[in-house]
């Protein structure tokens, strides 16, 4: 009985999310899911993903992570089946890299890959072959005394080929054991004009945090996330341009507590546009 109404009623909150945009559908994959992933960034395949005429197949469609990140993608196109296969339709080595199978046509069934080898890999859907996503996989990293940081834009960012990129942010300093909450103070200046666009807190679980810069249109920045309810990417949206952002990163609390003297690290990264 519950589960039939719970089927009755995600169709319902679909069709009323669509229409606001299709980033808060991916923003409300764990809110409107409730759905616990361990996965570093979730990918959704869209409500209305098995129409050819639908503007997406996989959302985002293309995007830019470090290397050792684990991508989660999510059907969550009720009623459809649908897979998540490397490679280009009719390609010889397609599937050769990950292949999902047939995901099936329930709400929210999900398969993860962990992405360990740099390069671009394109992917689609053996079903619905007429959309061709990415994932673009770089192993530059900041290393610094208190920080290693997973740079998915490479050394220089080049906003106009990825529109978004993942920064893996893992602390020296503070023990990952998965559970212990570690809070990350986030802060990046433009660094042509030294103004703060953005400063934020942000909690794990007891793990890296993955953070994503969106290049978007409009003057406020904002945030949301993380992906998967408790777990998985933050984003950061904002009017990012070419230029040089410098980003500070904290660990400002650990297991609830604040830390009076947090180290902080401060890196560039340089941005451009082709
Ligand atoms: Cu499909």
Redesign the pocket.
């Known amino acids: 009985m519950v589960n039939n109404q719970i089927l009755l009623i995600l169709p319902i909150v679909l069709a009323l999310t669509i229409p606001i945009s299709t980033m808060e559908i991916f923003a409300q994959i764990g809110s409107t899911y409730g759905y616990g992933l361990d996965a570093d960034y979730g990918v959704s395949?869209v409500p209305g993903?098995?129409q050819q005429n639908n503007t997406y197949?996989f959302y985002p469609p293309r995007i830019a992570v470090p290397t050792d990140t684990t991508v989660a993608w999510l059907n969550q196109?009720v009623g459809?089946?649908?897979?998540v296969t490397s490679g280009q339709p009719g390609a010889a080595d397609s599937g050769s890299v990950f292949n999902s199978g047939i995901m099936p046509a329930f709400p929210v069934r999900s398969f993860e890959y962990t992405f360990s080898q740099s390069g671009d890999y394109l992917y689609?859907?053996?079903?619905?072959?007429w959309r061709v996503a990415s994932v673009s996989v770089n192993d530059a990293q900041f290393t610094g005394e208190s920080f290693d940081i997973g740079l998915g834009s490479g050394a220089t960012w080049d906003i106009s080929t990825n529109p978004r990129v993942l920064l893996d942010i893992t602390p020296k300093l503070a023990v990952l054991d998965g559970v212990t909450p570690i809070s990350y103070k986030v802060t990046i200046n433009n660094g042509e004009t030294n103004k703060t666009i953005f400063s934020n807190i942000f909690t794990t679980g007891g793990k890296s945090l993955p953070l994503e810069l969106v290049s978007g249109e409009g003057n406020e920045t904002r945030s949301y996330g993380p992906d998967f309810t408790t777990t998985g990417a933050y984003h950061v949206q904002s009017d990012f341009k070419k230029g040089t952002y410098s980003i500070s990163v904290a660990v400002v609390a650990y297991n609830d507590r604040p830390i009076e003297r947090p180290v902080v690290a401060t890196f560039n990264l340089p941005t451009t546009t082709s």
């Open positions: 395949i993903a098995s197949h196109d459809q089946p649908h897979t689609y859907c053996i079903i619905h072959p």
